[in-house]
């Protein structure tokens, strides 16, 4: 890389390292860390809805995660900065080849390629998808096509202890046994009348 580019990143790097820093300082000046302190010593406190604490407590989480986006941005930039006195800025880290010049004019602290850099953001989106959270695991391992011993299963091996010998029951279909006292499917008496029988009392 020739100096006169050299120069013009240096410049490019430079401008948008203010940019990041005078965010930072803006957001440091008027950090709202302190309204938790008001919020909690306010002798109204009993009278706001706890759903207030809730949003100030969000916005103080959105505030830190843009701040340590930036020092990220930030400390990218200078590492960048570092790159434009050892022949290695333009190249990236990942496949080694040349960044390309538009990319560094937009974001002139670009360590991946195009390429490379829509490769990382789908391996990233496929990970979180693919990660489970904590609460959604399961406490056993998966074990491919290993069966279970379930609840049918279960049935199944105290089933045999309580067979009648001979029992007719079990060749009508009905699933009734000589031993049981009760209908299957009827809770009350008259549910046993059929449309038949009902039919044949009209007649």
Same mark, same amino acid.
């Given at each position: 890389?020739?100096?006169?580019? /050299?120069?013009h %990143?240096?410049? =490019?790097?430079?401008?948008?390292? @203010? !940019?990041?820093?005078?965010i930072? #300082?803006?957001?440091e000046?008027?950090?709202?860390?302190?309204?938790?302190?008001?919020?909690?010593?306010?002798?109204?406190?009993?009278?706001?809805?706890?759903?207030?604490?809730?949003?100030?407590?969000f916005?103080?989480?959105?505030?830190?995660?843009?701040?340590?986006?930036?020092n990220?941005?930030?400390?990218?930039?200078?590492?960048?900065?570092?790159?434009?006195?050892?022949?290695?800025?333009?190249?990236?880290?990942?496949?080694?080849?040349?960044?390309?010049?538009?990319?560094?004019? /937009?974001?002139? %602290?670009?360590? =991946?390629?195009?390429?490379?850099? @829509? !490769?990382?953001?789908?391996?990233? #989106?496929?990970?979180?998808?693919?990660?489970?959270?904590?609460?959604?695991?399961?406490?056993?391992?998966?074990?491919?096509?290993?069966?279970?011993?379930?609840?049918?299963d279960?049935?199944?091996?105290?089933?045999?202890?309580?067979?009648v010998?001979n029992?007719?029951?079990f060749?009508?279909?009905?699933?009734?046994?000589?031993?049981?006292e009760?209908?299957?499917?009827?809770?009350e008496?008259?549910?046993?009348?059929?449309?038949?029988?009902y039919?044949?009392?009209?007649?």
């Amino acid at each position: 890389m020739n100096k006169e580019k /050299i120069e013009h %990143y240096k410049k =490019l790097l430079g401008s948008e390292k @203010k !940019k990041v820093e005078k965010i930072i #300082e803006r957001m440091e000046y008027s950090d709202d860390s302190s309204s938790m302190e008001r919020y909690y010593s306010e002798l109204s406190f009993y009278d706001n809805h706890p759903g207030d604490l809730g949003t100030e407590m969000f916005m103080m989480e959105q505030d830190k995660g843009m701040k340590d986006k930036l020092n990220d941005t930030l400390k990218e930039i200078e590492v960048s900065e570092s790159k434009l006195y050892n022949d290695k800025f333009g190249l990236c880290d990942n496949c080694g080849r040349k960044i390309e010049d538009e990319r560094l004019e /937009i974001i002139p %602290y670009a360590n =991946l390629c195009a390429e490379c850099s @829509k !490769k990382k953001a789908l391996s990233d #989106e496929e990970k979180i998808f693919e990660t489970k959270p904590e609460s959604m695991k399961s406490f056993f391992p998966a074990n491919g096509d290993k069966v279970e011993f379930d609840s049918e299963d279960s049935y199944q091996a105290v089933d045999r202890y309580n067979r009648v010998k001979n029992d007719p029951s079990f060749s009508t279909g009905d699933y009734r046994g000589m031993l049981d006292e009760d209908d299957t499917g009827t809770v009350e008496e008259v549910e046993k009348i059929s449309e038949e029988y009902y039919k044949k009392g009209l007649d």
